[in-house]
C-alpha cells in the first residue's frame, strides 16, 4: 500500500471506523498518523446493548469511551470528536460545516482522506458528511487536492460505481480490527455476539474497499 | 392534504425561522403492531433558527433550537391551511397516519 503522509478520516458515527480499520491500523504500521474526525455521538441510536447497559441519557458518553477504545485499539492517537447532534448534520449549515472540513485539511495537510461516497451511503448522516468532505476539497486548487478515498454501501452502487479499485488486504491486522469492533459493545454485540469464531472473522475480514473519488 | 412539495415547505420553513410558535408532534405504529408504541406533544412552544426539509420522498425535516433540535422522517404530506397551520404528515402505503409535525403561530 502506498505511503501517505498524514491520513485524515471523516466519519459520522462511533462505529463507522470498524469496517476500515484493518486499512487504518495499516497505515499506523507504516508510520503514517491518522487523523480522525467523527461528527456526532451517535447518541440517537437504538441498539443500547443486549444485554441493555445505556439508555438515552447515558448512550452518548458510553459511546464515545467505545470510540475512545476503538482507537487506541487501531492505534488512532488524534481523535477529534466535533459533536454534532446525532442524524442532524444534514440540517446543519452545510456551508460551515464544509468549512470547517477545510480548516482541518489545511490544518494536517493530508495526502489522504478517507469518507463516504455521497450518493452511495444509505445513511443522511453518511450523506452529509461526504458531502461536506467533497466540497471541502473541491474548493481546494486542483494540484493540492488530496486523494480520496470513499466507502460506498449503498445497494446497487456497483453497477454505477463500477467495482471498488483499493482493495486492501488487512488480514494482518486482524486483531486491532477484532478490538475495534469489540469495543463498540453497544452496537455490535447482537450481531458480532454469535460470530465469536476468529476464523470466520478472519475470512470475512480480510479485504477492506474503497473507491477514489472522482472530481468533476 | 397533498403530496409534499418540498420547495413550498422550505419556504414556510423559512419564513417562520426566529419566531415563536406552537408545535403538535407524533409518531404511532398503530395499536395492532407488534410492539405497539406511540408518542406525542401537543402544543409545545418552540423557536427555531434554521429549519430544513430534506430527502427526496419521504422527507426528512429538521428544526434547530437553541437547546436541541427537533427531527421528524418519513414526511409524504403537507398542507397549509386558512388558519396559518402548517400540517406535515407521513402516511404508509395503505394511507395511516404514521407520523406527523405541525407547527402554527396559534395553539392547535
Known amino acids: 500500500m502506498q505511503k501517505h503522509n498524514h491520513v485524515l478520516l471523516v466519519l459520522a458515527h462511533p462505529d463507522d471506523e470498524t469496517n476500515l480499520s484493518g486499512t487504518l491500523a495499516m497505515h499506523i504500521h507504516q508510520g503514517t498518523p491518522v487523523t480522525y474526525v467523527c461528527l456526532t455521538l451517535g447518541e440517537m441510536g437504538r441498539n443500547m446493548g443486549s444485554p441493555i447497559i445505556a439508555n438515552r441519557v447515558t448512550l452518548p458518553m458510553i459511546r464515545k469511551k467505545e470510540l475512545e477504545q476503538s482507537c487506541e485499539s487501531i492505534g488512532i492517537e488524534d481523535l477529534r470528536m ?54 471541502a476539497v473541491e474548493s481546494l486548487p486542483e494540484e493540492s487536492r488530496p486523494t480520496v478515498h470513499a466507502v460506498a454501501f449503498s445497494r446497487g452502487c456497483e453497477e454505477i460505481l463500477g467495482p471498488p479499485d483499493v482493495i486492501n488486504e488487512v488480514g494482518e491486522f486482524f486483531e486491532q480490527k477484532k478490538g475495534s469492533f469489540f469495543a463498540h459493545r453497544t452496537q455490535f454485540q447482537i450481531m458480532v455476539g454469535f460470530h465469536n469464531d476468529d476464523q470466520e472473522l478472519r475470512a470475512r475480514w480480510s479485504k477492506e474497499r474503497f473507491w477514489t473519488y472522482r472530481f468533476h | 392534504m397533498q403530496l409534499i412539495d418540498s420547495e413550498e415547505v422550505q419556504k414556510r420553513l423559512t419564513k417562520w425561522q426566529n419566531e415563536d410558535l406552537y408545535m403538535h408532534q407524533e409518531m404511532t405504529t398503530g395499536a395492532y403492531a407488534s410492539h405497539p408504541a406511540s408518542t406525542f406533544v401537543k402544543n409545545a412552544k418552540i423557536r427555531y433558527s434554521l429549519g430544513t426539509i430534506a430527502g427526496e420522498g ?51
Open chain 1, 82 to 135: 466535533w459533536g454534532y447532534h446525532d442524524k442532524m448534520v444534514e440540517f446543519e449549515d452545510q456551508a460551515l460545516l464544509a468549512h470547517r472540513v477545510k480548516e482541518t485539511i489545511e490544518e494536517l495537510n493530508p495526502s489522504l482522506i478517507i469518507t463516504f461516497y455521497p450518493g452511495f451511503s444509505v445513511h443522511p448522516d453518511h450523506e452529509a458528511c461526504g458531502r461536506a468532505v467533497i466540497r
Open chain 2, 58 to 108: 419521504p422527507y426528512r425535516v429538521g428544526l434547530k433550537m437553541e437547546d436541541g433540535w427537533v427531527y421528524a422522517q418519513g414526511l409524504t404530506h403537507w398542507d397549509f391551511t386558512d388558519n396559518h397551520q402548517l400540517i406535515l404528515a407521513g402516511h404508509d402505503d395503505k394511507g395511516r397516519l404514521v407520523v406527523c409535525l405541525m407547527l402554527s403561530k396559534e395553539p392547535f
